[in-house]
Structure formats: C-alpha cells, structure tokens
C-alpha cells in the first residue's frame, strides 16, 4: 500500500501523536486531584484527526492510513521510549539494553491504536451521513477510546515490572478514560466542528455534514 498527498502528512501526524502518547503516558500528572498521565490529553488528537479523515477521504483510506502508521509508530516508539524513559533522556546506552516496560507500553499502544480506530472508523462511518454534524465524532470517540483505553492499560500494566502500574492500572485505565472522554466532548468535538466548518467554507466550498464525501 502506498499513500498519495495529503494523506501521507496524516500518516506522519498519526505517527507523531502515537509515538508522543506513548512517550507521554509513562508521565504521571494530577489535575483538579484526579491521578493521570500527560499520554490523557495527547492521544485524543488520534481519534480527531481520524474522524477528519473518514469525513474527507472515506473509511477506506483511514484504515489504508491506520495500517501503515502502526508498524512505524511502534518502533519509533520503542525507540523514544527506552531513550527518555520516565521523562528522562537515559543516553545511547540505554538501547543495548531490553526495556520489557517500554516494549509492553509500544505493543499495547500497537494493539490499542488497531482496534480503538476501527471501532472509531465503523462508528463514525455509521453515523456520518446525519445532518447534525456531531454525533458522528462523539459517539465514535466514546466506543473507541473505551476499547483503546482497556486494550491499552490491560497489555501495558497487567503484572507489570513496576509495582505502581501494576497494582493500581485498572483504576489508572477508568480515570484516563473518563477524563479522555470528558476532554473529547468538551474539547476535540467542538474542535472537529470547527476544523469541518472552516474546510468546508475556505477549502472545498460546500457541506461536508450530511452526505459527505464518499
């Protein structure tokens, strides 16, 4: 498979949040008293530039788009990972060694990404087509970070080498995904409703709620 422009700058943007994400998660952060990680308010960025895709390009070539950025963003992930793990840079060195933490965190998010996009792919895809614009982005967001955020915290933390994650990842996946959801309707809906509006005035000059573009 191979992409043409402008798909391959999303390709190269999905690769980005991922690899960030997963840089991001291993840096824990409270906010209003709530226990996260930084990987909470990065990762939404996936699902909206994915359910842009899907409304521009079809599902199609979002999942042309998926499938050739996870290989690439779990490596580059790995990579980054074992290199500033726990928000530290740990030197060169640091590759010789096997990090089992940093590899479980880039085949979780491997795993996570495939099936929280194509659960955001079909849900988006099914209600695309109704006149109101939002339903289609926040229904998607809400399956899909669901079954991103179990996949994820299941393969990264379960049994994990550190004892933090692994006693307390199940109650770590509720929050980050309540506070992912509670972002995305809050904050990357509205987003994605601007984002649509200024494409469909300023680039392609008419409505692309509704039928779309197949």
């Known amino acids: 498979m191979s992409l043409q422009q402008p798909l391959t700058k999303l390709f190269c943007l999905h690769v980005f949040i991922i690899v960030l994400s997963n840089y991001a998660v291993q840096i824990p952060v409270t906010v209003l008293g709530i226990d996260t990680t930084f990987g909470t308010f990065t990762y939404p960025f996936i699902f909206l530039t994915t359910d842009l895709t899907v409304r521009l390009y079809g599902a199609i070539a979002a999942r042309k788009v998926i499938f050739l950025a996870m290989l690439p963003a779990l490596v580059i992930s790995y990579f980054v990972g074992t290199l500033f ?12 060694v096997f990090s089992i933490f940093v590899f479980r965190i880039a085949a979780a998010s491997f795993s996570a990404y495939i099936v929280g996009q194509l659960a955001d792919i079909l849900v988006f895809s099914r209600l695309r087509r109704l006149k109101q614009w939002w339903p289609a982005p926040a229904a998607s967001s809400i399956a899909g970070n669901a079954l991103d955020t179990f996949v994820f915290y299941a393969i990264a933390f379960w049994q994990t080498t550190d004892a933090y994650m692994a006693e307390n990842w199940v109650a770590l996946g509720i929050v980050d995904y309540l506070v992912k959801i509670a972002a995305s309707l809050a904050l990357f809906v509205p987003l994605y409703g601007i984002i649509l509006n200024a494409l469909a005035k300023y680039v392609f000059r008419r409505p692309l709620t509704g039928i779309g573009i197949n």
Not at 85 to 96: D, R, S
């Open 85 to 96: 793990a726990f928000g530290e840079y740990q030197g060169f060195g640091a590759l010789t």
